[in-house]
C-alpha cells in the first residue's frame, strides 16, 4: 500500500518519507510524525491504517537530518540508543521537513497532522508555527507543555497517559489552563505510548478510543 520517497525541505535538504494512498479517492491527506523510533513498523502501520481510512498518509523522516533510515524497535536496549536523538532536539530542522511533508500532500486536499511521543510535541509545534494545516492531533508529547504558550491555528486535539512516567498531570493541567482552545483527552490508567500495540504500555481499550475520537475530529475538520 505505502512506499518510500523523498521530500525536498526549504533549505534543500531531502529527507525520506513513507507514503501511503487510498484505493480510492481520498477525503484529504495526514502527516504522521514518528516517536523517538523513526519510521519504524509502528508509524508505517499508522499510515497504512489512515488510508484505509481514504485519506493519503505521509510520515517524513525526521531523523535523517542526524542518521539517514535510523528506525528500532521497543526493547530496553533500542529505547536508550533511540533518546540519543532528543539530547538536544533541533526543533526547527525539524519542523522544516515537517512543513516540507505537508507542502508534498496539500494538492490532495484538507491536511491535517497526527504525532506519536515525540511527535506529538511536533505536532502541536506545527499547529502553532507551519502553514497548510486544518488540524492537528498529538499524543503524549512530553514538550507540549513548554509549547504551551504558543496558540495553535488551526483545531487542535491532545491525548495523554494518566500514568505517562514522563508527563506529570500536572503539565496536563498547565496546558489546559494555558490553552483552553485545545482538546484535552487522559486516558485512566494508560501509560506512554499506550497507543502502540508493539510496547509493552500498550493499552488496547484507551487506543481505541483515542482512534476513534481521532478519526472523528480529522472527519470534522478536514473538509
Known sequence: MGQDIKLTASDGFQPGAYRADPTGAAKGALV?????????????????????ESYVAIAPAIFDRVELDFTSGYSPDEIAVARKFVANPDWPA??????????AVKDVGPVGIIGFCLGGSIAYAAATKLTGLKAAIGYYG?????????????????????????????DVETIRVKRPDVEIFVYPGAQHG???????SYDQPSADLAWTRSLAFFAQNLR
Open 94 to 103: 525539524m519542523l522544516r521537513d515537517t512543513q516540507a511533508a505537508i507542502n
Open 142 to 170: 512530553g514538550a507540549v507543555v513548554r509549547f504551551a504558550d504558543d496558540k495553535p491555528t488551526v483545531p487542535t486535539q491532545l491525548h495523554f497517559g494518566e500514568k505517562d512516567a514522563g508527563i506529570p498531570l500536572t
Open 32 to 52: 504522521v510524525i514518528q516517536e523517538i523510533f523513526g519510521v519504524n513498523h509502528h508509524i508505517r502501520n499508522i499510515c497504512d491504517r489512515l488510508a484505509a
Open 194 to 200: 499506550f497507543g502502540c500495540d508493539e510496547r509493552a
